[in-house]
C-alpha cells in the first residue's frame, strides 16, 4: 500500500529548475513509500579537492525529502517547508553519480522527518542526512485567518462578531 495522497507519476512531478536543475538532480522513481533522484559528480558538485562537495548532497537530500513530504499531504490543503537538515558525511566521491532515497521515519499532523541515504554507483553509502518539515495548512478565510495571522506575530486582537 502506497503512503502517498494519491498516485503519482514522474512526470506529475514540476520540472527542477533553479539549483536542483543547475546541479542536474533527476527524479528517477516514486516507489510505495519512498522517492528516488540521482546527481551527477561533476565540476558542479567538486568541493577543491575535486570529492564531492558535503553541501550538494544536503542539495540532494533536501530536494528528495521536499518532494517526499508534499507527495503525502493534500496539495490543494497543505505545504511543506524544511525547518531542519543535518548530514553526516562517511565516504568519498570524485566522479560517476550519486542516487538518494527519501523514506519517512514520522508523518504526523504539522511535521514530518525524512530519512535520506545517498549512495555511489557501488551501492555504498556516501551520506545519510535527515530533514524535519513543518506541514503547514494553507492560507484559511475570514476569523481563522485572522487568529493564525496574530498567534504568529505574537499579537492578539479582540474580535467583534
Not at 500500500?1 to 512526470?11: D, I, V
Amino acid at each position: 500500500m502506497s503512503l502517498w495522497f494519491k498516485p503519482y507519476t514522474l512526470e506529475e512531478i514540476p520540472a527542477a529548475s533553479g539549483l536542483q536543475r543547475h546541479l542536474g538532480i533527476e527524479l528517477t522513481e516514486i516507489g510505495a513509500d519512498y522517492v528516488r533522484a540521482r546527481m551527477p559528480v561533476d565540476e558542479r558538485v567538486h568541493q577543491p579537492l575535486g570529492m564531492l562537495h558535503g553541501g550538494a548532497s544536503v542539495v540532494l537530500a533536501e530536494t528528495l525529502g521536499s518532494i517526499g513530504s508534499m507527495l503525502v499531504v493534500d496539495p490543494t490543503k497543505y505545504r511543506c517547508l524544511g525547518q531542519e537538515i543535518n548530514a553526516n558525511h562517511v565516504r568519498s566521491v570524485s566522479s560517476g553519480y550519486v542516487t538518494g532515497t527519501a523514506r519517512p521515519l514520522h508523518l504526523g499532523r504539522s511535521s514530518q522527518v525524512w530519512e535520506i541515504r545517498i549512495v555511489d554507483e557501488g551501492d555504498r553509502l556516501i551520506c545519510i542526512s535527515r530533514i524535519t518539515l513543518f506541514v503547514q495548512s494553507l492560507a484559511p478565510t475570514g476569523r481563522d485567518a485572522d487568529d493564525r495571522r496574530n498567534s504568529l506575530s505574537g499579537r492578539t486582537q479582540e474580535h467583534v462578531p
